[in-house]
Each structure stands twice: as structure tokens, then as C-alpha cells.
Nanobody, 127 residues
Framework: QVQLVESGGGLVQAGDSLRLSCAAS????????MAWFRQAPGKERDLVAA????????RYADSVQGRFAISRDNVKNTVFLQMNGLKPEDTAVYYC????????????????????WGQGTQVTVSS
């Protein structure tokens, strides 16, 4: 069993930066692909970024490519999302997710492929 706890959300202005953290409990953290999803009011939950178990490979949504960076610390069992150049359209609840697959393989975009979820942290970007 893996428990995920997100932190770092808040209210910022357009152009600001935030760093989200997701602390994971349990064993073998490096065997999980970790991802950040987000869900805005009235919209579906979509992938923002994913990173493989060793932290060597990452994938990003087109909308955040070049602005956001996902990373992980497998000693501290934590995954991060550095968000720069925030825009009002980035406003959403951000969720951390874990998938029992150390590689970013087919299906990584799909909610149903992830085995564990955090409770989410609100990010609000004002214009």
C-alpha cells in the first residue's frame, strides 16, 4: 500500500512560480512511475507530467512543456513539480499519482493506469 500526500499549492499571480511536493509512504518507491494530474472545475482530470522510476525519463502535456519540470528524490520518496511562468489556465487541483511500473509505458496518460492517488492540492493563479 502506498499513501501519497501533496503539498505546496496556493494562490499566486500570473508569471509566478510554485513547487509542489508529493511524499510517498511504502516501499520500493523507485519501482513506481510517478505523475502529476490536474483537474479544473467542470473539466476532466488530465496528465500534467510523468517521470519513470529511476528519474531518467519524463513526459509533459503540451500545455506545460518548457514551463513545468517534474523530478523525484528516491531516497526521500518524494516527487516534485516545479511550475514556472504560471498562467490563469493552470488553475486546478493538482493530484499526485503512482503506477506500479518503473518505466513510462503505454497507458501512462490514463487515470485508470495509476494505482494510488493523493488527495490533491489547490493551485490558483490570478491574472
Amino acid at each position: 500500500q502506498v499513501q501519497l500526500v501533496e503539498s505546496g499549492g496556493g494562490l499566486v499571480q500570473a508569471g509566478d512560480s510554485l513547487r509542489l511536493s508529493c511524499a510517498a509512504s511504502g516501499r520500493n518507491f523507485n519501482l513506481y512511475t510517478m505523475a502529476w494530474f490536474r483537474q479544473a472545475p467542470g473539466k476532466e482530470r488530465d496528465l500534467v507530467a510523468a517521470i519513470d522510476g529511476p528519474g531518467r525519463n519524463a513526459r509533459y502535456a503540451d500545455s506545460v512543456q518548457g514551463r513545468f519540470a517534474i523530478s523525484r528524490d528516491n531516497v526521500k520518496n518524494t516527487v516534485f513539480l516545479q511550475m514556472n511562468g504560471l498562467k490563469p489556465e493552470d488553475t486546478a487541483v493538482y493530484y499526485c499519482a503512482a503506477r506500479r511500473d518503473s518505466g513510462i509505458h503505454s497507458g501512462y496518460l490514463l487515470l485508470g493506469e495509476y494505482d494510488y492517488w493523493g488527495q490533491g492540492t489547490q493551485v490558483t493563479v490570478s491574472s
